[in-house]
C-alpha cells in the first residue's frame, strides 16, 4: 500500500490537532482523578462526556496522533493507594454512551453489522434495558456461598480491597442461599452497583453542614467517599444500598445463564438485589420506548439514574463480539439529556490555576436542578462571557446532569433588570495584578507571572503532594495556604527542608501532626520518575506523558539534556508536548528547583530500565486468552505478551495471530478454527516464552 504524503497545508492542521488532543488529555486525566479518586468532581457527566466525544473523535480523524496511553483507551482510573490492591480475574470495563435517540441507532446499526460479519441472525435479536444507576461500580467473589471478597472497579484491571466496608451493606448478602433450590456455584464473581439513597444523602449532608463540614457534591459522590472509608464503621453509618446487576458461574456442575434475563433472575434467586424496572425488549423500538418512558419517572425514585444501561440478552454474543479497551461491542449506556433551570446571577469570580488559567465563576441564587441545589455554575472562558453577554442580575438558564458545576447556556435577556452591570473579564491577574496574556489559539486568559503569583505556587505545590504526583498524605490546601502565607516555601523544594519547630509556629499544629507530615514527606522522595515528572507540573505531560518519558530516559538528566527531536521521537509523545519539555528545562528557574530537589534528596531516576525486550516469535504479532489458564492467570499471561513486544485483543479476527487456549475455551476457539488462526494451549504457550527469554538472555 502506498503511504500517504503530509503536504505543508495539512501541517497547520495536524499540529492544531495535535495540541488539542494534549489539551484534552490533560483535561480529561484531571477530571478522571477527581472524579474517580477523590470523589470530588469539578465539571458534570455532560461535559467530561464532551471532552472524551471530542478526543475520540480527533483521535479517529487523525489516527496517527493515538497514543496507546489515550484516556479513550482507559477504563476508570488508578486504585488507591491506601487500599490493598485486587487484580480483577474478568476486566470491569466501562460502557460506551449514546447521548440522543439518533446516537443509540447508530449504535444498533454497527451492532447488527458486526454480528452480521460473524454470520450471526441480527434480525432476532433481543435487549436488556436496565436503569443506569448512578453509583460506584464493585465485584464480588463467592467461594461456596461466602463473600470472600469485594473490590472497586479502579482502573478496570486493578481495584480496591474493600471488603469489610461492602460487607456493612445490608443489601449485600454474605451468605448464598437459593430460594428455589438450586444449587450454589463453587465459584460466583456478581458485578454491582453501590449507591446512596436520596434520603440516606439528604440526612448525611445535613449532618456535615451542621457539624460546619463540607457536604457531597450528589449521592453518587457521597456513595464513592462512603466506601471507601478506613474504618467500615464510618460506611455503616452511610446507609449504602446496593443493585446486582451481571454474575460469571465458575462451576463444573453448574451451567453458565446464556441470556442475561435469566443471569438477572438467577441473582434475585441466590439474594441479591436486582434493579426491579429492567425490561426484555423484543426489538430497538421497544427499546426506544422504555428509554422515553423513563425520561421522567426516573425522578421520582429514591436512587439516582443518568440513563438506562442497553444489552443484547444473548450472552453468546458477548463472546464473539468481545470489547474494545474501552467497552463492550453488546453494550451501550442511553444518557440522558442535561436538564435546565432558570436563576439569577448574584456574582461572578475568576479563579486562578497552576498554570495562571483564569477561570469565571457564576455565584447563583440556589436552584433545584437533577434533584440537587446548585449555586454557581462555570462561565468556561472570556469568549464565552463575550458571547453570551452576561451582566450581574441576569436570568440566565443553567445546564448539568447530575453533577457539581453546571454551566450557563444563555442569558434571558427580556427579564434583565434595569442598570444592570455588564460582567468584565479582568485585564489584570486577581491575585497578582500582572496583566493576562493569551497564548496562540487559546481561548484562555493566563497570568505570566508564574513564579511571583501567590496563587499559581500554592496550586503548583498542590500538585506537587496529589496522588498520582508525590502523594504526600497529610499535606493539604489549607496546610499549603499557611506555609506559602508565612513565607516557608516558594517552591516544592522547601517542604522537604521544613523543620519540626517551624512546623509548631502553626496554628492547631501539634507535636504528632509535625512528625507525620515529616514522615509524608520523607517517603515521598523515593516515588517513582514518573511521579516527579508529572508533580512538576509540566503544560500538556499528564501522568501518561510522564510515564512514557520516564521509561524511555531511565535519568532526569537525560530528559534535561535532550533535544526536541529526540523526545518527539518517543512512541505517544507529540510536537506539542516534546516543545512543552523543552521550554520547561530551558527555563532557569526550573533547572535551580531541580537542583535543590536534587539537594534534599529527591530521587532522580528509575531503579531500572524499563526498556521492553523484543522477541521474533511475539514482535508484531497478536494473540487473543481464552479459557482458564492453570499456572498463570490471564493478566501475567497478557503481561509476559506485552513484556516481548505482542499485542493482546479481546476478538478473534482474522487479523490474530495466536489464540492461546486454557481449560473451558469457548466460542473463541471455534472462531480461530473457523479462520484458520494457529492455537496454543497452555504448555505450548508457557514454551514459547521460555525460548523468547532465552533469546533476550
Known amino acids: 500500500m502506498q503511504k500517504s504524503v503530509q503536504t505543508n497545508n495539512d501541517a497547520p492542521e495536524l499540529s492544531s490537532a495535535s495540541a488539542r488532543i494534549d489539551d484534552l488529555t490533560r483535561q480529561i486525566e484531571h477530571h478522571r482523578f477527581c472524579y474517580y479518586i477523590l470523589s470530588q468532581p469539578e465539571i458534570s457527566d455532560f461535559e467530561f462526556d464532551e471532552l472524551l466525544r471530542e478526543l475520540e473523535s480527533l483521535e479517529t480523524r487523525y489516527p496517527e496522533l493515538r497514543s496507546p496511553n489515550s484516556p479513550t483507551q482507559k477504563v476508570g482510573a488508578p486504585p488507591s493507594t491506601e487500599f490493598q490492591q485486587v487484580r480483577h480475574r474478568i476486566p470491569l470495563l466501562s460502557l460506551s454512551n449514546a447521548m440522543s435517540e439518533e446516537e443509540l441507532e447508530k449504535w444498533h446499526e454497527r451492532l447488527q453489522r458486526a454480528m452480521e460479519s460473524y454470520e450471526l441472525d441480527s434480525s432476532k435479536v433481543k435487549y436488556v434495558c436496565e436503569l443506569k444507576i448512578d453509583g460506584l461500580s464493585i465485584a464480588l467473589t463467592y467461594k461456596n456461598g461466602l463473600l470472600v471478597q469485594g473490590a472497586t472497579r479502579g482502573n478496570g484491571e486493578v481495584g480496591e480491597e474493600v471488603t469489610l466496608n461492602l460487607k456493612t451493606i445490608k443489601a449485600i448478602p454474605f451468605k448464598l442461599f437459593s430460594k428455589s433450590g438450586n444449587a450454589i456455584p463453587e465459584l460466583l464473581e456478581v458485578r454491582g452497583e453501590v449507591y446512596m439513597p436520596v434520603s ?161 465563576t457564576a455565584f447563583l441564587s440556589p436552584v433545584k436542578l437533577a434533584g440537587t441545589t446548585v449555586k454557581r455554575a462555570t462561565l468556561h472562558n472570556a469568549d464565552q462571557i463575550k458571547r453570551l453577554d452576561v451582566h450581574i442580575g441576569d436570568t440566565v438558564v443553567v445546564r448539568k446532569a447530575g453533577e457539581v458545576i453546571p454551566e450557563v447556556v444563555t442569558v434571558v435577556v427580556s427579564k434583565r433588570p434595569k442598570g444592570a452591570k455588564p460582567v468584565e473579564y479582568p485585564a489584570n491577574c486577581p491575585v497578582c495584578d500582572t496583566p493576562l496574556e493569551r497564548t496562540g489559539n487559546e481561548v484562555v486568559l493566563r497570568c505570566p507571572n508564574t ?130 519539555v523543552k521550554e520547561y528545562f530551558s527555563n532557569p528557574i526550573n533547572i535551580d528547583l531541580i537542583k535543590h530537589l536534587a539537594e534534599v534528596g529527591i530521587q532522580m531516576e528509575s531503579p531500572r530500565s524499563n526498556a521492553l525486550p523484543t522477541s521474533k516469535a511475539f514482535q508484531g504479532q497478536t494473540f487473543v486468552l481464552t479459557g482458564t489458564l492453570t499456572n498463570m492467570d490471564r493478566h501475567e499471561a497478557e503481561a509476559a505478551i506485552k513484556r516481548m513486544s505482542g499485542k493482546v485483543t479481546s476478538s478473534v479476527t482474522k487479523k490474530t495471530n495466536y489464540v492461546v487456549t486454557g481449560s473451558n475455551p469457548g466460542s473463541k476457539l471455534a472462531r480461530a478454527e473457523e479462520l484458520g488462526i494457529k492455537v496454543v494451549n497452555e504448555q505450548e504457550f508457557q514454551a514459547m516464552l521460555q525460548t523468547a527469554q532465552s533469546e533476550e538472555s
Request: some cysteine.
Open 200 to 360: 440516606s444523602f439528604e440526612s448525611l449532608n445535613k449532618a456535615l453542614t451542621d457539624e460546619g463540614l463540607a457536604p457531597f457534591a450528589n449521592p453518587r459522590n457521597a456513595a464513592s467517599g462512603s466506601l471507601r472509608q478506613k474504618d467500615p464503621k464510618q460506611t455503616a453509618k452511610r446507609k449504602l444500598s446496593c443493585w446486582a446487576y451481571f454474575a460469571y458461574v465458575t462451576d463444573p456442575h453448574i451451567k453458565q445463564p446464556t441470556s442475561h434475563f435469566e443471569t438477572l433472575e438467577l441473582l434475585q434467586d441466590l439474594g441479591f438485589p436486582v434493579e426491579p424496572n429492567r425490561m426484555l425488549a423484543k426489538n430497538i423500538k421497544e427499546v426506544e420506548k422504555y428509554c422515553e418512558d423513563w425520561s421522567e419517572k426516573r425522578h421520582h425514585m429514591q436512587y439516582q439514574t443518568d440513563g438506562v444501561v442497553i444489552k443484547t440478552d444473548d450472552r453468546t454474543i458477548w463472546n464473539v463480539l468481545g470489547a474494545t479497551a474501552h467497552s463492550p461491542r453488546w453494550a451501550v449506556a442511553f444518557k440522558y439529556p442535561p436538564e435546565e433551570a432558570e436563576t439569577v446571577v448574584e456574582t461572578v469570580s475568576f479563579d486562578v490555576g497552576r498554570t495562571g488559567a483564569i477561570t469565571p
Open 451 to 580: 513564579y511571583g503569583c501567590p496563587t499559581q505556587t500554592k496550586r503548583r505545590i498542590e500538585h506537587w503532594v496529589s496522588r498520582d504526583a508525590m502523594d504526600v498524605d497529610g499535606v493539604g490546601e489549607s496546610l499549603i495556604d499557611q506555609l506559602v502565607r508565612d513565607g516557608m516555601i516558594k517552591d516544592p523544594s522547601d517542604l522537604y527542608r521544613l523543620t519540626e519547630e517551624k512546623l509548631l509556629t502553626l496554628e492547631r499544629f501539634g507535636a504528632k501532626l509535625a512528625a507525620n507530615v515529616l514522615s509524608a514527606l520523607e517517603k515521598s522522595k523515593t516515588r517513582p520518575l514518573a511521579n516527579l515528572l508529572f508533580a512538576l507540573g509540566i503544560r500538556h505531560v499528564g501522568s501518561g506523558g510522564a510515564e512514557l518519558l520516564a521509561n524511555h530516559f531511565g535519568r532526569l538528566q537525560n530528559l534535561v539534556s535532550a533535544n526536541v527531536e529526540d523526545i518527539e521521537a518517543i512512541e505517544g509523545i507529540g510536537p506539542t508536548i516534546a516543545q512543552a
